[in-house]
């Protein structure tokens, strides 16, 4: 198991806690619809991230490196 996820779970579970406890609202949908949308927002952003893109940059020559000098020759 992935430790960033652990740490991730176990945040997760303090805050939910934490509010609980001390009887302030919790930052999350209180509906199992809602909890289910953050789910399936939180996979698709890792899963979207695990895959690389598929093709090259289609504007890669017009976009300036740390100095911001395109292949033109032309800053911003």
Not at 12 to 18: D, N, R, T, V, W
Not at 44 to 69: E, K, L, M, N, W
Request: glycine share 18%; with cysteine.
């Amino acid at each position: 198991m992935n430790w960033k996820f652990l740490a991730g779970v176990l945040l997760g579970f303090a805050i939910g806690f934490g509010c609980r406890w001390l009887g302030i609202p919790v930052p999350a949908p209180p509906v199992l619809v809602g909890a289910l949308l953050v789910v399936a927002m939180t996979l698709g952003y890792v899963i979207a991230d695990r895959f690389p893109a598929t093709r090259s940059a289609q504007h890669a020559g017009d976009c300036g490196g740390p100095t911001g000098q395109t292949k033109g020759g032309a800053k911003p």
